[in-house]
């Protein structure tokens, strides 16, 4: 009975749960939805009612955000549910009451399209190009009753057919981002709920939820730390998702939550959390505890646990939720897929506009020359009938003569287009130059309508970590007590292989620090032994790197390349560091354990240019170790300090070697010297105003009196062929802009390795902390180029991200930019992700020119999408940013085939497609003007029906896909040899509108030739044997027989690089038509089609005017263009003719350095 009775309360318990679960859940929805609701109003009320006092409020509380951010960042359209700066300043979060946090769902979505936004996105973005919503218009008139002259479905079924294609792509592609969502939304993690610990899926967390994550997960939202199986309540995250940086941060829970980790205890948790709304700074958190029956304790960033970290060197940890969805900081910080179109479509589209206008002109003039004609003839001319017939009205005739002239616009364009761009992708995909061999991983062209793009490219917005370098810096050399210790000679002789690097020669031994003479000195008492054992402690100890055990080896994690590859060349040494705690630092030296006690960490900045750090030595001593550059130590040390002199020089030898370096020092306190600056430290830590200003005024009075033990020298490894990748893409003019979330002097460092700027090139630093500093300082290097401003001067311009955010706002940003432009390097340091984005976005609004943004990280994925063509690497920092791009490739270096080769193949291939498409549809279809000024106007045309609709499918397909597939401007040698060829394409000299209409005019006066020529051969009637006499039809099949001969022979003409697909699509095309015009002439009576063609191909073979026309009508037409590419080609030659020059001479006689003085 009894347990019966249990049975039935744990039954009644599991469905009051259940319940309880549905109900919170539905409620959670009505009032999420009610308070969104609230929250869009209040944005809109705000930003409509100016000067009010509810404006005044939303903008004071968003003053952290300057307003040139506010908008770029509604240009860029960032998926946020709600801007909570500005809408929640404050939010109260209670701790074990769901009931009372009503939030956002956990749910995340990435994709473009859902269920129900698929079809009127798709079709809003299809008929938005003019082409689409032509033939839509057209297809409508054309279901009208007696009204097409051409049939009701020639258009329709066309139509149809490219949205289907294009629909399936897109679901296609939208359905993979989907799953990639629902794999994210459906992972699984631990939920303290109804006193109990329960496994539920990512999308099911909430606000308030207090969340269990295990060693190796990621955090499913944003939290804030309660405890740890850590001592000192520790943990360890990896964030690389988020910034890029791959080094573990360390996180620590309040004291006052440390001992919070059984289920008892969290039962008994109250209370609440009061922080700020969200909002997209990673390192800034706000808010306050409050513990029932405790005091009001402050949280800050280092309780703050981040959605996609993932949990490193740390059993557990437990954290209450504070941000889901779309309001953590992750998703803040990413920006909604914008519809990429490229710059060659746009212009097209612009033009098809302008060649609608002109279609409805000339449908106009017709039919007022339908009226002049019924006027002046209808009347005598008994056979049409009742003159008063109201069937010939103006607005009956327009349409009769829209439809006619429809066809101006090529209805194929769209669908060879697709197939043209989807077989370039195919080539990208191929290409086994962009193969990395070590990974197994090919190029890959994730989107086909960009890639006319890839050859237009102006200004290049690339990540640094893992886009330019390896991730990985070695300790090469180092100088101490004025020795010098290193292999001179390998580095002397292998120094191009030093600044190159692959997986294996970055793991290889021979890339480390090996000079056994430092610890023969050491061991065999040398007078530097002392310095030495001090130098190589202040490696072991002066850092923030978190050492993470595997078995028995160590691995290294740290903040900055550097400091890993200064405690890694220790480690090698003999001086290991083991084990970091909070307090303490604990190192190995030559099996002998030392522990310090870490009393103050004096952080790094890029106004310090150093890092110091202060402890206890295991001997009791208070000591103050720092390391920096050599400028800011060699300033602050002691009169006693000894070989400087010596020092300076190593210095000097290891600049010439491209090495990076630091100076190191130490000095000694007394106690009352620490205490009195400990005081003055813990004021300058309590103000909050100017608080890091005051923090390093308070580091100067304590940093001073170093004595110098020497510098380390570091080789900054980059990807391989980076340097002469980037050279090579400045010749192309491509300017470059490194934009990173690393230090200023990293990126400088960097900056130097990859050639990106020299030893002499002369820089701009604009380091500011107000608005105020950040204006006068603008205005003063604007000022100081005077007349050079807005021109490219060899300048580089180095920004961090402090600074970046006064430098956007609207007061001064055309300023900001006019400056930057004027730079021919630009550097920004300490970027967020978004900043990185709103970068992106200003100079592709500003300049108008082709922007691509490269990466490799989470934190590149706004620039990436932002950026008019965007490049992901894949590196080790994740798939995100790959997944996210257009198109993806495995090395940096590969960019330059991406770009030089098929980037430049395929402008000139799609334009040269679309050109070449409406120059044969103007060409045919004008004819249907000259002839309506002999048949009166009637809408009557001059050719068979399915003669019409088979032109664009059949007897000239195969030319534009030839010259869109596999045209060549030049040789891919010629290409990567001649990188200012690129200037060709980007500067848009093969596509424009004066082009576009050239190109229309040459199809014009080749359609009047092609009518009037034969007309004027038939204007007096023949007769053939059995009686048959010329009729219009017979005319009509002239004319186009020649059109077919003309059209296909231009093709030819715009051919450049000849092959068999060529020789194929030019003259298969036109023994098609004569296959076809053959056969199709005896049809009738064995089908019951096209009666009136019957003979016609007899009539033709055997009339002299159609062979001499075939020979003079397309010879006339085409003899022109044939003059002036030849007067070109001799008289006005570019540089890309004379590379074609170059090429086609086998002697090449004509060399580069001829090429360039005739230039």
Known sequence: MYASFHLSRKSISIVKGELQKAVLLE????????????????????????????????????????????????????????????VFKVRTIYINEPLKNVFCTNTISTTKYSKWSFLPR????????????????????????????????????????????????????????????????????EVFRQNSWHVIKWKEVNVGDIVKTLNGEFLPADMILISSSEPQAMCYV????????????????????????????????????????????????????????????????????????????????????IYTGFETKLMQNAVKSPLKRS?????????????????????????????????????????????????????????????????????????????????????????????????????????????????????????????????????????????????????????????????????????????????ENFENGHPSAEYINEFLTLLCVCHTVIPERHGNDILYQASSPDEAALVKGAKKLGFVFTTRTPYSVTIEVMTEMHTFEILNILEFSSNRKRMSIIVRTPAGHLRLYCKGADTVILERLSKDSLFVEDTL??????????????????????????????????????????????????????????????????????????????????????????????????????????????????????????????QQIIDYNCGDLGNLLGKENDLALIIDGETLKYALRFEIQRKFLDLALSCRAVLCCRLSPLQKAEIVDLVKKREGAITLAVGDGANDVGMIRMAHVGVGISGNEGMQATNNSDYSIAQFRYLEKLLLVHGTWNYFRVTKCILYCFYKNVVLY???????????????????????????????????????????????????????????????????????????????????????????????????????????????????????????????????????????????????????????????????????MTGQINMALICPHFWLGLLLVPTTCLIQNFFWKSIRNTYNRGLLEEIRELESRKDRILEHTDIFEKR
């Open 343 to 519: 710059k060659v479509e746009k212009v097209t589209n612009l033009q098809i506009l302008v060649l609608l206008l002109l279609l409805f002109l000339m449908s106009a003039v017709s039919c007022v020359g339908a009226l002049i004609w019924n006027k002046i003839y209808l009347e005598n001319i008994w056979y049409m009938g009742n003159n008063d017939n109201p069937s010939h009205n103006f607005v009956f005739d327009l349409v009769v003569f829209i439809i006619l002239y429809h066809n101006l616009v090529p209805i194929s364009l769209l669908l060879t287009l697709e197939t043209v761009k989807f077989i370039q992708a195919q080539f990208i995909n191929w290409d086994e130059d962009m193969h990395y061999d070590q990974n197994n991983l090919y190029a890959m062209a994730r989107t086909s309508n960009l890639n006319e793009e890839l050859g237009q490219v102006k200004y290049l917005f690339s990540d640094k970590t893992g886009t330019l370098t390896c991730n990985s810096m070695t300790f090469k050399k180092c100088t101490i007590a004025g020795v010098i210790y290193g292999y001179f000679h390998l580095l002397r002789s292998q120094s191009n292989f030093f600044f190159q690097c692959s997986i294996t020669s970055c793991r290889s031994s021979f890339c480390e620090f090996n000079d056994p003479k430092l610890l």
């Open 238 to 321: 990896a964030t690389a998702n988020l910034d890029g940086e791959t080094n573990l941060k360390i996180r620590q829970a309040l004291f006052e939550t440390a001992g919070t980790q059984k289920e008892e205890q969290l039962v008994n948790l109250a209370g609440k959390i009061e922080c700020e709304g969200p909002h997209r700074q990673f390192n800034n958190f706000v808010g306050t505890l409050y513990l029932r029956g405790k005091s009001p304790v402050s949280v800050g960033p280092d309780q703050m646990l981040l959605r996609g970290t993932q949990l490193k060197n740390t059993l557990w940890i437990i954290g209450i939720v």
């Open 926 to 1092: 004008i004819i249907g003007l000259w002839f309506s000024f002999f048949n009166g106007f009637s809408g009557q045309i001059i050719f068979e029906h399915w003669c019409i609709s088979l032109y664009n499918v059949i007897f000239t397909s195969l030319p534009p896909l030839t010259l869109g597939i596999f045209e060549k401007c030049c040789s891919q040698k010629s290409l990567l040899e001649y990188p200012q060829l690129y200037t060709v394409s980007q500067t848009g000299e093969v596509f424009n509108t004066k082009v576009f209409w050239i190109q229309c005019m040459d199809a014009l006066i080749h359609s009047f030739i092609l009518f009037w020529f034969p007309m004027k051969m038939l204007e007096h009637d023949m007769i053939f044997q059995r009686g048959y006499s010329t009729d219009y039809l017979f005319l009509g099949n002239f004319i186009y027989t020649y059109v077919v001969v003309t059209v296909c022979l231009k093709a030819g003409l715009e051919t450049t690089s000849w092959n068999t697909f060529s020789h194929v699509a030019v003259w298969g095309s036109i023994i098609s038509w004569m296959v076809f015009f053959s056969v199709y002439s005896y049809f009738w009576p064995i089908f019951s089609l096209a009666p009136e």
């Open 27 to 86: 409620m959670r929805q009505i009032q999420w939805r009610k308070q969104h609701r609230h929250a869009i109003s209040l944005v809109r009320l705000t930003a409509t009612v100016s000067g009010t006092h509810l404006r005044r409020k939303t903008i004071n509380r968003s003053t952290n955000f300057s307003l040139g951010n506010q908008k770029v960042e509604k240009r860029m359209g960032c998926r946020q549910s709600l801007q909570s700066s500005e």
């Open 649 to 774: 020089k190593h210095l000097e030898y290891f600049a010439t070697e491209g090495l990076r370096t630091l100076c190191v020092a130490y000095t000694d306190l007394t106690e009352k010297e620490y205490q009195d600056w400990l005081e003055k430290y813990q004021r300058a830590s309590a103000v909050l105003q100017d608080r890091i200003q005051k923090l390093e005024e308070c580091y100067e009075i304590i940093e001073k009196e170093f004595l110098l033990l020497g510098a380390t020298a570091i080789e900054d490894r980059l990807q391989a062929k980076v340097p002469e990748t980037i050279s090579t893409l400045l010749r192309a003019n491509i300017k470059i802009w490194v934009l990173t979330g690393d230090k200023q002097e990293t990126a400088v460092n960097i900056a130097f390795s990859c050639k990106l700027i020299s030893g002499t090139t002369p820089r701009i630093y604009l380091n500011a902390s107000s608005f105020e500093a950040t």
């Open 122 to 189: 798709y079709l809003y973005l299809q008929f938005s190009k003019a082409a689409n919503a032509f033939f839509l218009f057209i297809t409508i008139l054309q279901q009208i009753p007696d009204v097409s002259p051409v049939g009701k479905y020639t258009t329709l079924l066309p139509l149809l057919v490219i949205l289907a294609i294009s629909g399936i792509k897109e679901i296609v592609e939208d359905y993979k981002r989907h799953m990639a969502d629902k794999v994210v939304n459906s992972k699984t993690t």
